[in-house]
């Protein structure tokens, strides 16, 4: 049932708000050169730091490893599984609802990030002079370039995963979970494959407009009322 409780219009109209001017604020004059000067400044401060030692470059080729995307999903994974198994077993059902509706919401939005009519290279596709983890660390098959990548999804994806942490999760999951937002999107920030901005504009715009209008308004209950009936029906089928 949908209560008044579940509208909270001061947070649908900021989020709202700083979503749309954060996009603005990157798409037109003066604060775009803004944006793209600190993209700039930013990439080769990191670009340069590739040099250091083979040990810098290693680590980094790790992390953008494809591998390594399982060890971001598998944290953000364990934060519901610890509080599900090990702190609130009795409701188990409800989380596996509550990880059927992120899932969802993620597959949703990525589908939607494709869509933008924005077409953007990476940093290290605009600069050929920088240097590439690819050839670095040759023997570490590492995600450095890309044709198209704003906005971040990989910040999109730890951006939600954090939201849904802090809705239905203790505050320390929460606050965890966006320390590993910001962990796990460092990589593909160190080896060029996005630019900042596609991170703090791209990916906080879009994660602010599907996280406001799921938990600032009934939607995210009547969401989550459904999968959970669906999930019953298909427990009592299978004998749970």
């Given amino acids: ?10 947070l649908l109209i900021s989020a709202n708000l700083l979503a749309f ?40 080729a790790i992390a953008n490893n494809r ?20 702190r609130d ?9 509550v990880g059927a509706f992120m899932f969802l919401t993620l597959l949703v939005m990525l589908l939607i990030s494709k869509e933008l009519p924005i077409v953007r290279p990476s940093a ?13 660390v040759p023997d570490i098959p590492t995600k450095d370039i890309s044709s198209d990548s704003f906005p971040g999804d990989h910040g999109l994806v730890l951006l939600l995963c954090a939201g849904f942490a802090l809705v ?10 966006l320390l590993f937002m910001v962990l796990f999107t460092l990589p593909r920030l160190m080896s060029g494959a996005h630019w900042v901005t596609d991170e703090i504009v791209g990916a906080v715009s879009l994660g602010l407009l599907a996280l406001s209008w799921l938990f600032a308004t009934p939607l995210h209950r009547q969401i989550l009322e459904r999968i959970q009936r669906m999930l019953e029906g298909l427990f009592r089928r299978i004998g749970l």
């Avoid at 049932?1 to 001061?10: E, G, K, Q, Y």
Wanted: proline fraction near 3%; avoid cysteine; charged fraction near 15%.
């Fill in 124 to 136: 290290t596709a605009v600069f050929t002079d920088a240097l590439r983890l690819t050839q670095l």
């Fill in 21 to 60: 001017l954060l996009m603005l604020s990157w798409l037109f004059e003066p604060t775009r050169t803004l944006w793209l000067a600190l993209d700039e400044q930013l990439f080769w401060a990191m670009n340069h730091s590739l040099s250091w030692n083979e040990t810098w470059q290693r680590l980094w």
């Fill in 1 to 10: 049932m949908t209560t008044n409780s579940d509208w909270r219009p001061a």
């Fill in 168 to 177: 239905y999760l203790p505050k320390i999951h929460g606050l965890l979970a």
């Fill in 67 to 86: 591998l390594f995307d399982l060890a971001a999903a598998a944290a953000m994974l364990m934060l519901f599984a610890h509080q599900a198994l090990l």
């Fill in 89 to 97: 077993r009795s409701r188990i059902k409800h989380y596996i609802a």
